[in-house]
């Protein structure tokens, strides 16, 4: 699995187990965030992830209680601030996603927690089960992997671009521009180079997500191979080529650039040796 939120040094296993990760408000305070999976072992086959196909280890799934009052503890024992939650996919998208606002109404009903959570929607939800998702989470997300449906085909195969990915965004970012959803908002994340994608590619669909899908940020996680998968072979994706792509978003999202004033290679590449802004700057001395 792939993480945006720092360092790896700076992650801390429980006594229990649980990886708990620092995450960063808009203020630069780092709070720890418990980052868990609903259930191990996918039922779907995307080529990058080591849960595809039921995982390469025995599987687990824990039920909405035993999250929730597990959560509850870390919380009353100062170790986490909020909960990222998400899921491999068992017993279908429905099914998966129910255990999951099960969870989070536990949270906020039985034990009250008013704190942040954020709630992966889960691609073939129900367009009920993403409204319920707004009415609970704190922040919500559909993870694209892919910039185009092209792209996506490729690497996740089981996923269906319009329908399962852009839908429910789509379905959120009306809430979003209706006053209906107004809290952290949505996001999304792109895996870098298992499609085999150019950062224009990448760029055009972070675009596209801060113009019409309302979204607070994009996250680039940049593909690193995994043993027993279908890119295990694969060379990993230089961090640098992430670090650029952060970048260049910096310059759409909070400096009104726009798509045209990035600058590509002829290959559609992002220079991996100079910052996207020099670049700007010395074609605009």
């Not at 009306?174 to 870098?192: P, S």
């Not at 279908?230 to 400096?255: G, K, N, W």
């Not at 002829?266 to 991996?272: I, W």
């Amino acid at each position: 699995m792939s993480c945006s939120c720092g360092p790896a040094q700076h992650r801390q296993r429980g006594d229990d187990g649980l990886w708990i990760y620092p995450a960063a408000l808009p203020s630069g305070q780092r709070v720890p965030m418990l980052k868990v999976l609903q259930s191990s072992g996918c039922e779907r086959s995307c080529i990058y992830c080591s849960e595809r196909c039921g995982g390469q280890g025995r599987t687990a799934s824990l039920a909405p209680d035993q999250l929730a009052t597990a959560f509850m503890e870390l919380k009353r024992g100062g170790r986490v601030f909020g909960l990222f939650l998400s899921s491999a996919i068992r017993g279908g998208a429905v099914a998966t996603m129910d255990r999951m606002l099960a969870t989070a109404e536990l949270l906020r009903r039985r034990h009250a927690f008013r704190g942040y959570i954020h709630l992966k929607m889960i691609p073939g939800s129900r367009p009920d089960q993403i409204d319920r998702a707004m009415a609970l989470a704190t922040r919500v997300s559909v993870n694209m992997e892919a910039p185009t449906a092209t792209h996506l085909a490729r690497i996740a195969p089981g996923k269906n671009w319009n329908e399962q990915i852009l839908a429910p965004m789509r379905q959120v970012a009306r809430a979003i521009e209706r006053g209906q959803f107004a809290r952290a908002g949505q996001t999304t994340q792109l895996v870098v180079g298992a499609a085999g994608e150019a950062d224009r590619d990448v760029m055009g669909a972070a675009d596209l997500g801060y113009r019409d899908l309302k979204l607070a940020r994009v996250y680039y996680s940049a593909m690193q191979p995994i043993p027993g998968t279908p890119v295990a072979e694969r060379a990993p994706i230089p961090f640098e080529r992430e670090h650029r792509l952060y970048q260049a978003d910096f310059l759409l999202r909070s400096y009104g650039f726009s798509l045209d004033e990035i600058h590509f290679d002829e290959a559609g590449a992002l220079p991996l040796h100079t910052d996207p802004k020099t670049l700007w700057a010395q074609h605009h001395p």
